[in-house]
């Protein structure tokens, strides 16, 4: 239980201070960017996006199972 909650707790870090500012970073206005810009700033906001899906599923999965384990401990076993 507590390793599914360690789990959740560094996707979750990852996901807000390395993925999130990754999708949020806007081209300045005063920067003219080119062409190669913009599709390296979508390519990497787009590969941020499908980690960012790929972690929240593992959030998820590890809380549900972090459920199912400490209700098994307070009553005594699944069955």
Do not use: C, H
């Amino acid at each position: 239980m507590i390793l599914s909650w360690l789990t959740t707790v560094t996707s979750s870090s990852i996901m807000t201070f390395t993925l999130r500012p990754r999708l949020m970073r806007k081209l300045l206005v005063g920067s003219n960017p080119t062409l190669a810009d913009v599709e390296k700033r979508r390519t990497t906001q787009m590969e941020s996006s499908v980690w960012l899906d790929r972690l929240q599923l593992l959030n998820v999965i590890t809380s549900v199972l972090a459920m199912i384990a400490g209700a098994s401990i307070m009553y005594g076993g699944l069955f």
